[in-house]
């Protein structure tokens, strides 16, 4: 099996930045592609970024395109969201996901791509 957790999460003001990170364990060798969603109270859950096994390839909504970058280290078995110029509506509850079938990150934008998920972190940006 394969646990994601996600740390970082916390209060920051618009225009701040912050970085949440997700730790993996376990059978991590069985992990491709990863992402991270987001839930904002009564909101369905929303792609934000995905990124390949090897990292070289990444996909953003279009949203956070150009303020949120994602990233992995394979040794540390860590994927990483940096989240700069942060607006209000960014915020939510973050999650980490990882993909046990595909690395392609044009597919990696919904749900169902997903195997494996974290526990969320907050994120709160005011105004």
């Known amino acids: 099996q394969v646990q994601l957790v996600e740390s970082g999460g916390g209060l920051v003001q618009a225009g701040g930045s912050l970085r949440v990170s997700c730790a993996a364990s376990g059978r991590t060798a069985s992990i491709n592609g990863m992402g991270w969603f987001r839930q904002a109270p009564g909101k369905e859950r929303e792609f934000v970024a995905a990124i390949s096994r090897s990292g070289g390839t990444t996909n953003y909504a279009d949203s956070v395109k150009g303020r949120f970058t994602i990233s992995r280290d394979n040794v540390k078995n860590t994927v990483y969201l940096q989240m700069n110029s942060l607006k209000p509506e960014d915020t939510a509850v973050y999650y980490c996901?990882?993909?046990?079938?595909?690395?392609?990150?044009?597919?990696?934008?919904?749900?169902?791509?997903?195997?494996?998920w974290g526990q969320g972190t907050q994120v709160t940006v005011s105004s």
């Open positions: 996901a990882g993909s046990g079938r595909s690395s392609v990150v044009a597919v990696l934008t919904t749900p169902s791509r997903y195997d494996y």
